[in-house]
């Protein structure tokens, strides 16, 4: 459940959010989350480019742009229209934070060009996402997710071994570049409450992937062979991996020899801990091919539920996979309460998936709901200057067309 009340460590700080698509707008979620005033700017046609990611739909927007915009005001304006730009200096007078992820070079990121305006506003911080970085052969290209995850590594680890490449299911180069520039952004906010000056905060796709590799790439300098793909398992721990049981897989965590002692006697096969092939960690990591039929051939006897429950009487990390629906009806998942609801002002109540952070046992309100396209106008920029402006095509509002309410599958 949602709390009425929780930690604010970001009250007070003021964020203008001119993101779009998934690493920004999560980022800027991120810190609505923890108490930042958000304001989202958005193209008065259309919006977000994820409100329209869809299926599925609830009332206009798609459920993409509902998961990752909670907690934030929408303004629609022109940015490359003067008066949008005029009403966007205005608004950076009492900003701390801004959050984009223009196209190096192009129109739009020279407007607002972070040294013009650092001279200008000294106090801002900047977060600027890219796909590839601010220098580098590949600094002009573009960019999504799985581009990142390609380009970056993580296809060419993710996989069944000789099999075709994937991608991960979560977009972990978009999310990976929200979390490291929260950090960015975080780290620049403690900064400037000692020296009073904003920071130039960049990160991008390409090097949150590198981040990422960790032991894949330290590994890799250490031996200098290039690593693949080992489908579930794990290139430096066996057993580390899912296995098949005779009714569904699950994964056991095998993270030291005393573990290895207790799941061989829970299998009935004790004298698999003397036997030289897999003795210690590393004679199983060099052996992971014989101790996955070894182990496969016991596995495959019994269901799922009976060596989840036998390895866990011994104390051995393992887990069905468990699908969505489950996780989600699960209670120990309610009773971390990371499942809240907002009330959005057409569709009703709203579940969110919580900031899974708590600070002394409190986690953070869900505060509203992801905006309507526009909703914010008149409260943000003021009901005489937004009338005009709405007349001269530079703002909008889709608000008539929510209250519609209409829900597409």
Avoid at 161 to 168: E, H, Q, V
Avoid at 246 to 261: E, L
Wanted: charged residues 20%; aromatic residues 8%; negative net charge.
């Amino acid at each position: 459940m949602n709390s009425p009340t929780g930690p604010t460590p970001l009250a007070g700080v003021r964020v203008l959010d001119l993101s779009k698509i998934l690493a920004g707008p999560y980022a800027t979620m991120s810190l609505a989350d923890l108490g930042a005033d958000v304001t989202k700017i958005e193209h008065p046609e259309g919006g977000d480019p994820t409100r329209s990611w869809g299926p599925p739909f609830v009332g206009v927007d798609a459920a993409y742009y509902l998961a990752i915009n909670r907690g934030k005001k929408s303004v629609t304006i022109d940015l490359k229209s003067t008066e949008g730009q005029e009403i966007i200096h205005r608004m950076l007078e009492e900003t701390d934070v801004v959050v984009e992820n223009f196209k190096p070079g192009s129109g739009l990121q020279k407007i607002f060009d972070y040294q013009a305006l650092s001279e200008r506003y000294p106090h801002l911080i900047t977060l600027h996402i890219s796909a590839f970085g601010e220098e580098g052969p590949l600094r002009d290209e573009p960019g999504y997710d799985m581009i990142a995850q390609a380009a970056g590594g993580l296809m060419s680890l993710t996989g069944e071994p000789g099999g075709a490449p994937m991608k991960s299911g979560f977009a972990l180069g978009d999310l990976g570049a929200a979390l490291f520039g929260l950090v960015g952004v975080l780290a620049a906010l403690v900064e400037r409450g000692r020296t009073g000056r904003g920071q130039y905060v960049t990160t991008s796709l390409y090097e949150c992937q590198l981040a990422m590799h960790v032991n894949w790439a330290t590994s890799y300098f250490a031996t200098g062979e290039r690593p693949t793909a080992l489908g579930s398992g794990h290139p430096n721990l066996a057993p580390y991996q899912a296995f098949p049981a005779s009714d569904g897989y699950f994964v056991i965590a095998v993270g030291n020899d005393g573990m290895w002692a207790s799941l061989c006697e829970a299998i009935g096969r004790s004298e698999l801990v003397t036997d030289p092939r897999f003795v210690h960690n590393r004679d199983r990591v060099e052996n992971r091919e014989s101790l996955e039929r070894e182990l496969t051939s016991a596995f495959t006897s019994e269901t799922v539920e009976h060596w989840c429950a036998l390895l866990a009487e011994r104390a051995v990390p393992v887990s069905p996979i468990r699908h969505l629906d489950e996780i989600y009806s699960d209670p120990h998942t309610a009773a971390l309460g990371m499942v809240g609801t907002v009330d959005h002002p057409t569709l009703g109540p709203l579940k969110q998936v919580a900031f899974p952070v708590n600070f002394s046992g409190q986690r953070p309100r869900l505060t509203s709901a992801p905006p309507v396209l526009g909703a914010d106008n008149d409260e943000v920029l003021g009901t005489a200057q937004a009338s005009p402006l709405n007349a001269g095509g530079v703002l909008s509002s889709r608000q008539a067309m929510a209250s519609a309410s209409v829900v597409r599958s």
